[in-house]
T-cell receptor, first 110, second 109 residues
Framework: RKEVEQDPGPFNVPEGATVAFNCTYS??????FFWYRQDCRKEPKLLMS???SGNEDGRFTAQLNRASQYISLLIRDSKLSDSATYLC???????????FGTGTRLLVSP | NAGVTQTPKFQVLKTGQSMTLQCAQD?????MSWYRQDPGMGLRLIHY???????DQGEVPNGYNVSRSTTEDFPLRLLSAAPSQTSVYFC????????FGDGTRLSIL
């Protein structure tokens, strides 16, 4: 089983739609969780950290479910500029390497 | 890019040639790492360092060497390039969270 698994997509949604991605992780001792965004032929960039209580940043909401070992990302009111690949990232603690999922591709159409 | 500088941005090599990918950061972070990204594979860790003088292997270290003589610099060396090393390489600093350089697109012919 992969350490971090994501549905590769693509998720095709119209502008204004709400879309959600899930990501499962295998190591129950994992402590830190992040969502990164990667545009085509660009470097990954941090979108948001994921906190135990869930957190929101504008149109983006991240949730953590430790019991089921998954994190989620919800995007409301999708914009064309949201089209990208979203990477789920997990690590055990600040001294351990990060583990990246292979990413979920989102395509937002007019 | 949050102070992570990678050079070169593009490089074409012939099989058997050697080269060094440069990575520098100016935020005094202890942790630095190198990844390669291939289609359908996601980011795979090559080597990482938790501080000057300390390096360790990641998931796919074969064919690559690293050193960390200073906090700022973390070069990645390909000793004898092979076509299988054609990839996009990213350097990153910190790990909570990580900030990536622009990437180096490397082709081995």
């Amino acid at each position: 089983r992969k350490e971090v698994e994501q549905d590769p997509g693509p998720f095709n949604v119209p502008e204004g739609a709400t879309v959600a991605f899930n990501c499962t992780y295998s190591n129950s001792a994992s402590q830190s969780f992040f969502w990164y965004r990667q545009d085509c032929r660009k470097e990954p960039k941090l979108l948001m950290s994921v906190y135990s209580s869930g957190n929101e940043d504008g149109r983006f909401t991240a949730q953590l479910n430790r019991a089921s070992q998954y994190i989620s990302l919800l995007i409301r009111d999708s914009k064309l500029s949201d089209s990208a690949t979203y990477l789920c990232v997990v690590n055990m603690n600040r001294f351990q390497k990060l583990v990246f999922g292979t990413g979920t591709r989102l395509l937002v159409s007019p | 890019n949050a102070g992570v500088t990678q050079t070169p941005k593009f490089q074409v090599l012939k099989t058997g040639q050697s080269m060094t990918l440069q990575c520098a950061q100016d935020m005094n972070h202890e942790y630095m790492s190198w990844y390669r990204q291939d289609p359908g594979m996601g980011l795979r860790l090559i080597h990482y360092s938790v501080g000057a003088g300390i390096t360790d292997q990641g998931e796919v270290p074969n064919g690559y060497n690293v050193s960390r003589s200073t906090t700022e610099d973390f070069p990645l060396r390909l000793l004898s390039a092979a076509p299988s090393q054609t990839s996009v390489y990213f350097c990153a600093d910190s790990n909570q969270p990580q900030h990536f350089g622009d990437g180096t697109r490397l082709s081995i012919l």
